[in-house]
């Protein structure tokens, strides 16, 4: 019968599944620290759950936007309000400060902040082109739709008001 020296145990497997338990608890308490250490995610509402009220379709000029691409937009602009972030080299959606006078619907109150307007898609960067919504009134991701307007045909860096459709 073989005698093993006093250093070497005489189940070599149980030593093997011992110290695989071991590394198991070892990779569940590191992995376990690292999930303590991501954040929890603030609660934001989904696009389609906020409320902007008073939206309406568009007439730029004959450039015309339909209610539901107004939405689309207005919603965007109240998330990332609501959210604190901003998209694009312009950093939209921006205070708007209506040095142009405009009337906005009843129910849009300051601040107001304007954000690209597309039919195609909702703006997350890149060229922001003539058309903007604002919207007013922002309360936690809700707000008011108070109109649209546009660089188009505009003299310098002002804005002309569109008309409702």
């Known amino acids: 019968m073989a005698s093993y020296p006093s250093f070497v145990s005489p189940r070599p497997w149980s030593t093997v599944f011992t110290m695989y338990a071991l590394l198991q608890t070892v990779v569940v308490v590191a992995l376990s620290g690292l999930a303590l ?16 009220t008073g939206v309406t379709a568009a007439d730029c000029d004959g450039f015309t936007f339909t209610s539901a691409q107004v939405a689309a937009a207005a919603s965007a602009a109240a998330s990332h ?37 597309f039919r195609s898609s909702v703006y997350t960067g890149g060229d922001p ?18 109109d649209v307007i546009t660089h188009y045909g505009a003299s310098g860096n002002n804005f002309l008001q569109c008309d409702n459709a």
């Open 37 to 52: 250490a991501i954040p929890a995610p603030t609660k934001t509402t989904p696009l389609d759950k906020r409320t902007i």
């Open 81 to 117: 309000v609501a959210a604190g972030t901003t998209v694009g080299s312009n950093s939209y959606p921006h205070v708007f400060n209506n040095r142009e006078g405009f009337t906005f619907q009843s129910g849009c109150r300051s601040p107001y902040y304007e954000f690209p307007l």
């Open 129 to 146: 082109s003539y058309n903007r919504v604002v919207i007013g009134s922002v309360s936690g991701s809700n707000a008011a739709f108070c």
